[in-house]
């Protein structure tokens, strides 16, 4: 049973916005920090988003800062992540994740579950 599911992926042009979505089973979303991560072709996994379990607090990158945003709905157990002006280079697979009493949010090490991604292709 997989605990992370990912979805809302797909082909956008530029300037798009996409909202992806990753429904996590109760006991990991009611105590769990969530994480998105991205994968392009031939580049190493990167930190998008993270938020913590009580969507207290944010956290972006410079490269994504402004442009998207990570939510969670609690009584869903869904976080959430809006993209907006979309651009080529964010083209990827996005991972959901999720993590216990984090600390270093944009570290992969840090996180516990993954869910198996889900294709964004921006066109240009």
């Known amino acids: 049973q997989r605990q992370l599911v990912e979805s809302g992926g797909g082909l956008v042009q530029a300037g798009d916005s996409v909202r992806l979505s990753c429904i996590a089973s109760?006991?990991?979303?009611?105590?769990?920090?969530m994480g998105w991560f991205r994968q392009a072709p031939g580049k190493e996994r990167e930190f998008v988003a993270a938020i913590t379990w009580s969507g207290g607090r944010t956290y972006y990158p410079d490269s994504v800062k402004g442009r998207f945003t990570i939510s969670r709905d609690n009584a869903k157990n869904t976080v959430y992540l809006q993209m907006n002006s979309l651009k080529p280079e964010d083209t990827a697979v996005y991972y959901c994740?999720?993590?216990?009493?984090?600390?270093?949010?944009?570290?992969?090490?840090?996180?516990?579950?993954w869910g198996q991604g889900t294709q964004v292709t921006v066109s240009s």
């Open positions: 994740a999720a993590g216990r009493g984090l600390t270093d949010y944009y570290l992969e090490r840090e996180y516990n579950y």
């Open positions: 109760e006991y990991i979303f009611s105590i769990y920090d």
